[in-house]
């Protein structure tokens, strides 16, 4: 009898809910609309989070967390509304990262430079590089042309024989300080790169110092990159609206003289911005 009872009861309920109207038995939670918006890593609300690469340059990306590029950053990025995540890797791996869309933006690119990346529309600097000579090629250095034929050596990734015309056996590596004990012994006749980070090496060299650091071997305007995707798009759009407030008032050559010299000179005089 009990059983009978349960049985006449579940029907009457299910008799009760075939005769509800259809919209009382629809459910309430509604199918979401997919996101337009493209700075989905968020840690809150508010913020937005853009991943950054780059390489470690004395007076740029200094590893307290100052520098020229790093200062740049901060003013277009501001916090809270951003949080900037980045990586300080060596350049072969930032190109790695940019060119395969693993970061959002990266830092320290030349015009030209044959990177997978959407440029920014206004260079941050000109570059100016640097060399570690023998003291034999310093004797007859004439500038850029005195590389011609010689054996000269740069970090990977660097490509600076794609920027430098004159013909040279060219190669590089991912040490350094290996380059630099390199053409200390002359072994090589020139190693590229910059002169504050070679000297800082200069007490780890296996021998007293030999070569000699001849300045402004090339110069060549440097850009931010950003990925080439849609999220790098909106990025590359807020950077250029921001960083051509910084350049008219003044603020970016400020920033460049704070930390590259009071008489430096953030791009060539006669270039246009």
């Not at 991943?51 to 100052?66: L, R, V």
């Not at 003013?75 to 509304?81: D, L, Q, S, V």
């Not at 000297?199 to 007293?208: A, V």
């Amino acid at each position: 009898m009990v059983t009978i009872m349960k049985i006449l009861t579940l029907t009457s309920s299910l008799m009760c809910l075939l005769l509800l109207p259809s919209h009382l038995l629809a459910t309430s939670v509604q199918p979401l609309e997919q996101s337009n918006i493209l700075f989905e890593e968020t840690v809150s609300d508010m913020t937005k989070v853009v991943t950054i690469a780059t390489d470690s340059w004395i007076g740029y990306t200094n590893k307290d967390g100052s520098g020229y590029y790093f200062d740049i950053l901060k003013r277009i990025f501001p916090k809270p509304e951003w949080q900037l995540k980045i990586d300080v890797v060596p350049f072969s791996r930032v190109r790695y990262l940019i060119d395969h869309e693993r970061v959002n933006m990266a830092l320290g690119f030349y015009g030209g430079d044959t990177a997978q990346a959407l440029y920014s529309n206004y260079p941050v600097e000109v570059d100016s590089v640097d060399a570690a000579i023998t003291p034999e090629l310093a004797v007859i250095w004439k500038g850029v042309e005195s590389l011609r034929r010689k054996k000269v050596q740069a970090l990977l990734a660097y490509r600076y024989d794609e920027f430098i015309s004159v013909p040279m056996y060219y190669e590089e590596s991912s040490n350094l300080l290996d380059m630099l004990n390199r053409v200390n012994r002359g072994l090589v006749d020139a190693v590229l790169d910059y002169k504050p980070t070679m000297l800082s090496m200069e007490p780890q060299l296996q021998q007293l110092r030999q070569f000699v650091i001849v300045e402004n071997v090339f110069r060549t305007e440097i850009y931010f990159v950003f990925a080439d995707n849609d999220k790098g798009a909106k990025l590359k759009l807020h950077f250029d609206t921001e960083l051509k407030k910084l350049i008219d008032s003044g603020e970016l050559d400020e920033l460049f003289r704070h930390y590259v010299g009071p008489d430096a000179e953030r791009l060539h005089p006669t270039r246009e911005q």
